[in-house]
């Protein structure tokens, strides 16, 4: 069974930074796509950030582009989420999610796996 760990999560001022983990098992993912999706209340899940954990082809979100980076560890098996110049409207529970292959992946209905969540608040 594939599982996916997220932490990191808290509580920032805005314009501060944080680094959100996911530690992934249960399988290799190679040829995979591991993607970042976040979720505010009231709101419709939406993309953040994706990368192939191949070759390491990255594709954010315009709403967090130059301020966020999604990296990956293949010795680890751990996807990374660095979130600098934190916005309040950044406010979410952030997932971590993966697929097999590189189609759809902005398309949240495209995952079959996913981590818990983390809570990110950043406060004005």
């Known amino acids: 069974q594939v599982q996916l760990v997220e932490s990191g999560g808290g509580l920032v001022q805005a314009g501060g930074s944080l680094r959100l983990s996911c530690a992934a098992s249960?399988?290799?993912?190679?040829?995979?796509?591991m993607g970042w999706f976040r979720q505010a209340p009231g709101k419709e899940r939406e993309f953040v950030a994706t990368i192939s954990w191949n070759d390491g082809t990255t594709y954010y979100a315009d709403s967090v582009k130059g301020r966020f980076t999604i990296s990956r560890d293949n010795a680890k098996n751990t996807v990374y989420l660095q979130m600098n110049s934190l916005k309040p409207e950044d406010t979410a529970v952030y997932y971590c999610?993966?697929?097999?292959?590189?189609?759809?992946?902005?398309?949240?209905?495209?995952?079959?796996?996913w981590g818990q969540g983390t809570q990110v608040t950043v406060s004005s």
């Open positions: 999610a993966c697929k097999s292959g590189s189609g759809y992946r902005i398309n949240q209905y495209a995952y079959p796996y």
């Open positions: 249960g399988r290799t993912f190679s040829g995979y796509t």
